[in-house]
Structure formats: structure tokens, C-alpha cells
């Protein structure tokens, strides 16, 4: 047996590859990209007419650098940046990608690509008209742009937009041109959603923030933090109890707050002003030492007394057994009414239970200090559960049943 043949008929020893077989293996089909498609990519290099891209090994990506020219006619970007495009067709392993549709020579058949691809498309909002605005597309080209589709909503007020450039996306191409509908606000939520999914890893509840007032309601603001926006409820403006929110915030103000809740799936998120603040009950018990008098407002009337607020976030307890010189009444109303200024003396101070018990100058308590406790615990105390639906379900099934004997 000659050697080499011993050698092959070795078990056990895995065959050599040959070097056909490793090229098939190494190769990977490029990716086809169908024209629309958005991509994000790292820009390798720049010249004064073309921004090149990296992608990967699918091949060169190239965009023409007059597209990223900011108001100095400078190339808004620089190598190792990331950008999104568009991609428009393929010159063998050369991509060609965009931003936008833009510049006089884009004809009708252009713009129709655009609108069946999906690729933004510049503009210039002309003037108002019925039910929108006139918007002149690149190539001279006419659209309508609905008042919904302008801007997000709760943008923060009426942006003027005649007279201003915009890129839009083609919603409708119909009548070979004569009949464009355009929106702006399609491209505004997409510029959001990525800005959204970027911060999502680096937003956690807790966080203090700046953010943006972009609506007031009586219930409260919506506030915008970076990409996301959401409620700042009346009851989380501060430790003061607000009547009047209006008084408080408006619109375009800057206010810094904690992040309370990041619902993603729902798009919910609540924020809190008065996290932000010091906490008045760590110096209550100085500020509001026992046996001090203060003068304060009566904040609300309840069945057992009357809040009163001493300022700075506190509100103490004037219990009704302390409200009649002596003699029992039958509400707090009789005596007191709401926004009314009073002096009030302290006549103890429990931090840990944020709670202040007050009395009039010169007046004895009808009642101990326990049953005022007893009062204020059954006015904080959760109103009894209702009856649970299982119950209330199988009760209806066995009278059902009853009558079909």
C-alpha cells in the first residue's frame, strides 16, 4: 500500500478543505436594498461633493454632500459620525443613498418614486389655505398639506410656517402629479420614535431632568424632557397646595423634574416638581416648635376640623373639639371658612406622621388628644372595598339556574 494511501484511509482525521470550498464559504451575498429603505450608517469620509458611508461589507455608500450643508455652506458632518439616509439605487457595489428629494431638476417621475419608496421629498410651505397649507415641492411641483399633518400635536403653540423650507413625505400621488398630498408630521414622529428608542436605555425613574412646559390643563402639565413627554399632575407642582396651576406654569417655561413613571409600552410617563424640592417636614419641628403662634390660612374644611396651612408646605389640624370656646359644635363651618386668616397655636409636632396639631390661643380641648387622632385616622383611612365582582357574578349564575328548573 503506497503511503498516501494509507494516509487517506486514516479514520478519524477530518479531510483538508480546499480552497474553493473555503472562498464559497467566506462569501456573503450582498444585501439587496430595496429603494425607500432607511438606514443608518458611520460616514468614513468627506469631500466637498460626496459623503461617503460605510456599510459594512454589503458594499460603498455614497450621499451627496450638498444635501448636509448647514446655513455657512459648511458639511454638517465629519468622519465617524452616524447619519440616516435613504437608499435610491445600486452601481454595482456603489449605493446610492439620500435625505430627501430636493432641487429644481426633480421631475414628476422622481416624485412618484418618492412617494412609492417612502423618501422625504423639500418643500416650501407657500401660504394658508382651506383646511391647510399650499406646499411647492422640489421641480416646482404643487401639494396640499393638511393642518393635522403640519405639526405633532401639543407642539406648543402656532408655529408660523409660511415662507419656510420642510422636508415632507408624499401621503398621496394621484392625476400624474396634479393632485400631491404631503405631511410633515409623519416625519416629525419618525425623528421622535428614534429619538425615543435612543434614551430609553438611559432614562431610569428617579432621574432629575430639565424639561419644557408644552401644555396646561386644569388637572395639571404636559411636560416635554428630551424626545419624550409627559404629565406633571397639579398635586406634584409643590409641597403648597395649588389652586390656580395657571399661576404657577405656563407654557414654554422651563422647570426641572423627577422622572416618576416610564411606561414605554403605553407611552406614559409622570413627573414630579415637588421631588425636587427640600422636603418642609425635615424642618418642621423648627419652624413650628410647640406652644409657638403663627398666623395661617384655613386650607379646607373637613368633618372633624379644619386644615390650616402655617406656609411652606404644612398644614396643620385644628381639630372642631378646639373650635367652640369650650362648647361642642356640629361642624368646623360654623366657626371657620376656607382662605380665612386665623392665629393658631402649636401643640405638638409628629414629623415622622407629617402631622401638626393646632389650637386656638386660650382655648381648652372638649375632647383628649386620642379621639382627635381617632378622627384623623378615619379621615385618612381607604373608603371600605366594594363587593368583589366573583361574588356578585356567581350569586346572577345561581338565580339564573334557579329559574330554568
Not at 473555503?22 to 438606514?39: L, W
Not at 455608500?61 to 448647514?70: C, H, I
Not at 367652640?324 to 371657620?336: D, F, N, Q, T, Y
Request: contains cysteine.
Amino acid at each position: 500500500m503506497e503511503p498516501d494511501e494509507e494516509k487517506a484511509e486514516t479514520p478519524g482525521e477530518p479531510e483538508e478543505e480546499s480552497f474553493g470550498e473555503m472562498f464559497d464559504r467566506s462569501f456573503v451575498a450582498p444585501t439587496r436594498y430595496e429603494p425607500g429603505r432607511k438606514v443608518s450608517a458611520r460616514v468614513v469620509k468627506v469631500t466637498p461633493e460626496w459623503v461617503f458611508l460605510d456599510m459594512g461589507r454589503k458594499g460603498e455608500g455614497v450621499l451627496a454632500a450638498k444635501e448636509l450643508v448647514d446655513a455657512s455652506g459648511t458639511v454638517a458632518v465629519k468622519e465617524g459620525d452616524s447619519i440616516e439616509a435613504y437608499f435610491v439605487s445600486s452601481d454595482g457595489s456603489e449605493m446610492l443613498f439620500t435625505t430627501r428629494v430636493a432641487g429644481g431638476a426633480a421631475g414628476s417621475a422622481q416624485l412618484e418614486d418618492a412617494s412609492n419608496s417612502g423618501i422625504p421629498v423639500d418643500g416650501v410651505v407657500v401660504k394658508e389655505i382651506k383646511g391647510g397649507y399650499e406646499i411647492r415641492l422640489a421641480g416646482g411641483a404643487r401639494a396640499f398639506c393638511p393642518h393635522s399633518q403640519m405639526d405633532l400635536p401639543r407642539s406648543g403653540g402656532q408655529e408660523e410656517h409660511v415662507g419656510k423650507h420642510a422636508a415632507f413625505r408624499i401621503t398621496k400621488y394621484g392625476e400624474k402629479g396634479r393632485n400631491i398630498v404631503v405631511s410633515r408630521r409623519a416625519l416629525l414622529e419618525e425623528e421622535e420614535e428614534r429619538k425615543t428608542r435612543e434614551v430609553m436605555a438611559t432614562l431610569t425613574e428617579g432621574m432629575v431632568m430639565t424639561g419644557t412646559v408644552t401644555a396646561v390643563r386644569e388637572f395639571g402639565a404636559f411636560v416635554s424632557v428630551g424626545p419624550i413627554e409627559g404629565l406633571l399632575p397639579i398635586s406634584e407642582i409643590g409641597w403648597d397646595r395649588v389652586e390656580d396651576i395657571r399661576s404657577v406654569l405656563s407654557v414654554g417655561q422651563q422647570v426641572e423634574v423627577a422622572i416618576t413613571r416610564l411606561d414605554w409600552a403605553n407611552r406614559r410617563f409622570s413627573f414630579s416638581l415637588k421631588k425636587t424640592l427640600a422636603d418642609p417636614w425635615e424642618t418642621a419641628v423648627d419652624r413650628f416648635p410647640a406652644g409657638s403662634l403663627h398666623v395661617g390660612k384655613v386650607a379646607r374644611l373637613a368633618a372633624f376640623g379644619a386644615f390650616v396651612s402655617l406656609g411652606g408646605g404644612v398644614d396643620g389640624l385644628l381639630h372642631i373639639s378646639k373650635l367652640g370656646g369650650g362648647k361642642r359644635i356640629r361642624s368646623a363651618g360654623e366657626v371657620l371658612r376656607a382662605g380665612q386668616e386665623i392665629e393658631v397655636k402649636v401643640d405638638s409636632v409628629d414629623p415622622v406622621k407629617r402631622r401638626v396639631a393646632l389650637s386656638l390661643p386660650g382655648t381648652e380641648s372638649a375632647d383628649t388628644p386620642e379621639e382627635e387622632a381617632e378622627d384623623y385616622a378615619k379621615y385618612l383611612a381607604p373608603p371600605p372595598a366594594a363587593p368583589a365582582l366573583g361574588s356578585l357574578g356567581e350569586a346572577l349564575k345561581a338565580k339564573l339556574e334557579r329559574k330554568g328548573r
